[in-house]
């Protein structure tokens, strides 16, 4: 096995730190709805796809990419507090989240077709050079995001008093309803910001990536990796430990075969769930 | 019945294996065959993840390793294709069988975690199997692979080996669920405690519903590999799989093991209905769109709320059974003089983390007495009875119990010794209906009663109990002095020796207590020896022929009722030392 060059090393760092990132930016939703609100939502997935296909229709339409989040979050947000409104009736499973997953991909592919899609935008190609390393805009991007919103959201949990009660619900729904807590508001409110994160985390997506229905599926393992990983309801959790993940698959790569690399992601999620379950 | 099922399998194979014989288009024949797939691979995942509620994600994981057993024996081995599929049944058994055995160990990995931690398996296991000379990367071909002439074209050999497997398939699930392994299952599946502390073997069987869950799935995989002749590792370990299984099992209805047949083909027609009509995107947005309506609405899926509607038409008679004719719940073994104590615990302790729940507990129950245990909250008498049923494993000391060591047994060992116990909330199994719960301890305690005779049984101590009018009811309908008789007359159904009761009159009003005082009577008066842990002191001062109370996890005090209670240090331990 021949090592890596250090240029080669580093560069590979730097893109597992950067697509850690974007695990990151992908479990937080998916964390904070399964960690506070008992919900596995498998849709998440698909609604970040859908978030990634608006921007490119709307970024086709000459619309600097980074606008299209003033028109997407908003949506999304009413999008998601909609769906929890519409499900809250029921106690719904992982698996009615999977129906949903099933109807977005269909839309998506009845709308866009199967055919891969590639955002053009004035992001896209422009690289920094630092040192002997190449720093892309949209991984940058990606990365200022992810922090960005889970450092907020971590800081909304701590230090306010709907984050507060927030954390209430996630303990004990129905003693925190009984101290006054409002409990079908606040959860409106989180389901909201959950697919808000997504529809931030489809522009990542369509910043970077080349889109096809399809890969909906391609992101759950690793992502729910992270989020396990990084402890359920724990704002900054999937954003550590997607880096985490995301460094050692570059690590494998640069070691190995590239093909190799899921094998990090799932072993270390097999390890935890059997070291460690009741953490979760 | 059996008989009458038996024919009608036979049937169906003989009638539906003439079907090739009359030449129809080879495109039919190639459609019944991926519905038959379709029902295998459903079917099969019902034996584990519908019957205990362990929702497998991982069933492609399986499904694959069949398909790359028969793919690498015949096409690098040269072995003939349809000796490859016993391999392809072992190695997906094996394999399912050593992954169960370790994730089975861990009681927390319920639920969507296991659910998760087999799809996990599943990419790992792709992640393997494309790295190395398994498949390397391009896919097997198996073109080359003579196909054996089973039927008048290739399309009808392989409509005639789904069929053959379909119908194993469904014969071995059907009588799964109708014997003694089935019903462990349904009740691992409600509470999968409770089952073991009733005499079910939980981690055996769910290790033997995993292993042919997982061989049948091979064997399916066996087949396809040689259908599709090309395999590839993007295809195989594809997560539509097990979306595919899980959505038809729950569409169908996954308590019944006809259920998720209903749901594989009715999901298969209606997919290729879409596809032939170019409208395959729209065909996933309906499976989807019925998927959730499903859920929301028909819980049961469509073939359960069907068998819910005929079972409410046919509303069964119950048979007057007296309770004449009961037998004595701990029939005294013979041999075994009186004086001895029935059970003696020695030393025993318990700590969880920083708590001593029990410290150096020592105690005997003699034979045939109503031992009391008393004591303030979080003294460890619940602790005393977990450890005792078997629920938890003291950290050191012994139960001796007819002069067998308990302590080292698992729980559902420790049933079949005769030890019974209730639980101080009810924790009936909320899917099987009243009847069905007092037949459990009856088929799986020490007796081991075949269906039939545990039924009666049961019927018996329903009566007794004075639930018969309810048997046919779901444990939801009860209410809590009824779930509380319901809980006494599933411990007296395994007859025991030793009836450990916790809190049984906790909640109850003074007409129920009443009531369950005079059953308890009656249950000693057939000489049961009991336990029983209770806050209720006029019951216990009624009932008990001697009390032993327990503070801080340690015996303060045991004798006579009524002396006890009077003791310096039993009072401080109730009310505290007063002030001098």
């Known amino acids: ?280 | 019945m059996r008989a009458r099922a038996l024919a009608g399998f036979a049937a169906a194979g003989i009638g539906l294996s003439a079907v090739p014989f009359f030449g129809p288009p080879a495109f039919y024949e190639s459609f019944l065959y991926l519905v038959f797939h379709w029902i295998v691979l459903a079917v099969s995942w019902n034996i584990l993840s519908g019957y205990s509620g362990y929702f497998s994600f991982g069933h492609g994981a399986f499904f694959g390793a069949g398909m790359y057993t028969t793919a690498t024996l015949a096409t690098k081995a040269g072995v003939p294709f349809l000796w490859t599929l016993p391999a392809a049944a072992l190695v997906a058994a094996v394999f399912g069988i050593a992954l169960g055995a370790v994730v089975f160990r861990l009681p927390r990995l319920r639920g969507e975690l296991f659910a998760l931690l087999t799809l996990a398996v599943t990419f790992v296991l792709a992640t393997i199997v494309l790295n190395t000379p398994i498949d390397g990367g391009p896919g097997l071909y198996l073109s080359a692979v003579p196909l054996p002439a089973i039927g008048p074209s290739p399309s009808s050999a392989f409509y005639l080996l789904g069929l053959a497997l379909a119908l194993t398939t469904l014969w071995t699930a059907r009588e799964i669920q109708r014997s003694r392994f089935g019903t462990g299952l349904f009740a691992i599946h409600d509470d999968e405690d409770v089952a073991e502390v009733l005499g079910v073997p939980t981690y055996r069987y769910k290790l033997a519903a995993f292993g042919l869950s997982c061989g049948l799935a091979g064997i399916a995989g066996g087949i396809q590999a040689m259908f599709i002749s090309y395999v590839t590792v993007g295809e195989t370990f594809s997560i539509a799989v097990p979306l595919n299984v899980v959505l038809m099992s729950v569409l169908g209805g996954s308590r019944h093991w006809f259920g998720p047949a209903v749901g594989a083909a009715t999901v298969t027609a209606l997919l290729y209905a879409f596809t032939a009509g170019d409208y395959a995107v729209a065909g996933r947005a309906a499976v989807g769109l019925i998927l959730i309506l499903v859920i929301l609405f028909l819980p049961e899926g469509i073939f359960g709320e069907l068998i819910g509607a005929l079972k409410r038409r046919r509303v069964s008679v119950t048979p007057a059974i007296g309770t004449a004719d009961l037998p004595a719940p701990n029939a005294a073994r013979p041999g075994k003089s009186e004086g001895q104590p029935l059970l003696e615990a020695r030393g025993l302790s318990k700590a969880f983390r920083g708590v001593q729940a029990l410290a150096g507990v020592d105690l005997e129950v003699r034979r045939g007495e109503i031992l009391g245990l008393v004591g303030p909250n979080g003294s460890g008498k619940s602790t005393l009875i977990n450890v005792v049923s078997g629920h938890f494993r003291p950290d050191s000391g012994r139960i001796l119990f007819e002069g067998c060591d308990l302590a080292a047994l698992e729980a559902h060992r420790i049933a079949r010794t005769g030890i019974a116990r209730t639980y101080q909330i009810p924790r009936p199994f909320a899917h099987l209906s009243v009847l069905e719960n007092v037949a459990v301890p009856a088929m799986f305690g020490r007796d081991a009663q075949a269906r039939a005779d545990a039924e009666r049984e049961a019927r018996r101590w329903l009566a007794f109990t004075g639930l018969a009018a309810k048997a046919m009811s779901l444990p939801g309908e009860l209410n809590l002095h009824q779930r509380k008789f319901l809980e006494l007359a599933r411990a007296l159904a395994s007859r025991p020796n030793l009836l450990l009761l916790d809190e049984v009159f906790s909640g109850l009003t003074h007409a129920e207590i009443d009531d369950a005082i005079r059953l308890i009577r009656e249950i000693r008066a057939r000489g049961a020896t009991i336990v029983f842990v209770e806050h209720v002191i006029r019951a216990v001062l009624e009932l008990t022929d001697r009390i032993v109370v327990l503070s801080y996890g340690r015996v303060i005090a045991a004798g006579d009722p009524r002396a006890v209670m009077r003791e310096p240090d039993v009072v401080t331990a109730y009310l505290g030392k007063p002030r001098v």
């Open chain 1, 1 to 280: 096995m021949a090592l890596p060059s250090l240029t080669l090393l580093g560069q590979s760092l730097l893109s597992g730190l950067f697509i850690g990132a974007l695990y990151g930016l992908l479990g937080l939703g998916l964390s904070l709805s399964w960690g506070m609100l008992r919900q596995i939502n498998l849709a998440h997935f698909a609604l970040a796809f859908l978030g990634a296909y608006l921007t490119y229709q709307l970024a086709g339409a000459g619309i600097n990419p980074l606008a299209t989040l003033a028109v997407i979050v908003p949506c999304f947000f009413a999008l998601g507090a909609l769906m929890h409104w519409l499900l809250a009736r029921f106690s719904v499973s992982a698996l009615v989240t999977f129906g949903l997953t099933a109807i977005i991909e269909a839309l998506i592919q009845w709308i866009w077709t199967a055919d891969f899609r590639r955002m053009e935008s004035g992001y896209s190609d422009v690289k920094f050079r630092v040192g002997a390393l190449y720093v892309a805009l949209p991984e940058l991007l990606t990365l200022a995001m992810a922090l960005a919103l889970s450092l907020a959201v971590w800081a909304w949990l701590r230090h306010t008093y709907t984050g507060k009660a927030m954390r209430a619900i996630a303990e004990d729904a129905p003693i925190a309803a009984a101290f006054g807590v409002d409990v079908h508001g606040l959860s409106l409110l989180l389901s909201g910001l959950c697919a808000a994160f997504a529809g931030v985390a489809g522009l990542s997506l369509a910043l970077s990536y080349t889109l096809a229905p399809g890969q909906i599926y391609a992101w759950l393992g690793v992502v729910f990796a992270a989020v396990m990983l990084g402890g359920l309801g724990n704002p900054l959790g999937p954003l550590v430990a997607g880096i985490v993940i995301g460094v050692s698959e570059a690590l494998t790569m640069a070691f190995t075969a590239p093909a190799w690399a899921p094998l990090v992601s799932f072993s270390l999620l097999i390890v935890v769930l059997l070291a460690r379950p009741g953490r979760i």
